[in-house]
């Protein structure tokens, strides 16, 4: 199961508009940008929150390792998707050392990365 089509970041003006304005920070097997809708002009028109995940060649060359991680990564963010603050569009990017990393990892690396943004309600 993915995530609900709300929360799915799609457009490729999107993703360049993460890439070009957002902020990063950095974990050993992920890194997260994210851009706040304050900052855009449809911040009306779509106030939930958008989430994409981009996972290269370079980390594995089967689709079925890539499929996996995507996977895992997903299950993360909707286990912490009622907790995270509406109105922004955050893309992750996994990082080749992520073949290793089992879901725990990606659960407490992932939650301290959207702390750090202070993305998730409460910090």
């Known amino acids: 199961m993915g995530l609900p089509k709300t929360h799915r970041l799609r457009d490729r003006k999107n993703y360049r508009a993460v890439y070009e304005q957002g902020i990063r920070r ?16 449809d911040a009306l028109s779509s106030p939930e929150t958008k989430i994409g ?3 290269s060649k370079k980390v594995s060359k089967k689709a079925v390792v890539r ?7 997903k299950s993360v963010i909707r ?3 009622p907790w ?7 893309v992750i990017v996994v990082k080749p050392k992520a073949i290793e990393c089992k879901y725990e990892h990606f659960l ?4 301290e990365l959207l702390k750090q943004t202070k993305i998730i309600n409460g910090y």
């Open 84 to 90: 995270i603050k509406p109105g922004w569009k955050i």
């Open 53 to 55: 995940i981009s996972i």
């Open 108 to 111: 407490r690396e992932l939650e």
């Open 79 to 81: 286990t912490n998707l």
């Open 26 to 41: 950095y974990s050993p097997h992920l890194t997260l940008i994210a851009l706040s809708n304050e900052s855009q002009a």
């Open 67 to 73: 499929n996996r991680l995507k996977r895992q990564i």
